[in-house]
């Protein structure tokens, strides 16, 4: 066993009925590094913009499933996966731009940015066609 | 998550209450959209004082709701917003296109 290390794997319908059971599952898995209610809320938005990605974008509102996976090192390091095998994107630069969408109605194409601003490092990959990772890493400094 | 629609003089306010992601904004918008249609008030109050959670779905919530009530000439008005969601609804600009209330 190695020290300081956790890990979560889940595989989800990519339901919006599961958006708030993602979040939940995620942030009670961090629960166990003593995060601040900050930090706490923090993953938790930023999990609930990618699994919200994943339903309306890479599957489009039809079926699909969605793989997470927490990884925790040294007892202070999170590392969120989140992925699915929809649609994928063709332009990821663009993508991550503040405001942009691809959809109208009331999406507001701040997904990324939120995601980027409320953790340290926002990675991204995708295929169009096959589908799309993000990885999202956070230190939780916590209540000591 | 649900919304308390309550009409009073020449506005509508809104009472949030719960968690906003894409999921729950489907049934808010609806309920607000519906409400506005009917009571065509001056202003639109969104308040937030009970929301326990909020991501990006939010923020299309105000716009939409921006949308939908400028078209029927009413102004919007987000209240009781907590310190930590007030910072992600000033990512978007939204303080240029709605006035803010007291804030907490
Ligand atoms: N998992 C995904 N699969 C396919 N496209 C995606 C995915 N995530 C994001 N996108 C694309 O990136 C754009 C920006 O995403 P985001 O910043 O979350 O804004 P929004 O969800 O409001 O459109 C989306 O409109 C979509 O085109
Ligand atoms: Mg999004």
């Known amino acids: ?3 300081g290390y956790n890990e979560l794997k889940m ?15 995620v942030g009670a898995f961090i629960a166990q590094l003593d995060p601040t209610v900050e930090e706490l809320s923090d993953i938790k938005t930023a999990v609930s913009e990618a699994v919200t990605n994943c ?29 699915d095998t929809g649609c994928g994107i063709s332009d990821i630069a663009k993508a ?23 953790c340290d490092v926002l990675r991204v990959r995708s295929k169009p066609g096959q589908g799309t990772t993000v990885v999202i890493e956070k230190r939780i400094f916590g209540k000591r | 998550m649900g919304v308390r629609m309550i009409p009073q003089g020449t506005n509508l306010y809104a009472f949030l209450e719960g968690e906003i992601d894409h999921h729950s904004a ?17 202003e639109l109050v969104l308040d937030f004082s009970g929301v326990t959670f909020m991501d990006s779905s939010g923020i299309g919530l105000i716009m939409g709701r921006y949308r939908a009530a400028s078209a029927q000439d009413c102004r919007v008005r987000v209240m009781n917003v907590k310190e930590r969601d007030l910072r992600l609804m000033k990512m978007s600009g939204l303080e240029k296109i709605v006035e803010f209330g007291v804030c907490v």
Do not use: W
């Not at chain 1, 595989?11 to 599952?25: G, I, L, P, Q």
């Not at chain 1, 991550?96 to 409320?118: A, I, K, W, Y």
């Not at chain 2, 049934?27 to 009917?38: G, K, N, W, Y």
């Open chain 1, 1 to 3: 066993m190695k020290k």
């Open chain 1, 96 to 118: 991550r731009q503040p405001l942009f969408t691809t959809l109208g109605g009331d999406r507001s194409g701040l997904g990324f940015t939120v995601m980027e601003s409320f």
């Open chain 1, 55 to 83: 339903i309306v974008h890479a599957y489009a509102e039809q079926d699909g499933k969605i793989y997470i996976q927490v990884r925790i090192t040294d007892g202070v390091y999170t590392e969120i996966k989140i992925r």
């Open chain 1, 11 to 25: 595989t989800v319908d990519a339901k919006s009925v599961n958006e708030s059971f993602c979040r939940a599952a």
């Open chain 2, 26 to 42: 489907v049934f808010l918008r609806t309920s607000i959209d519906e409400a506005l249609v009917q009571s065509c008030p001056r």
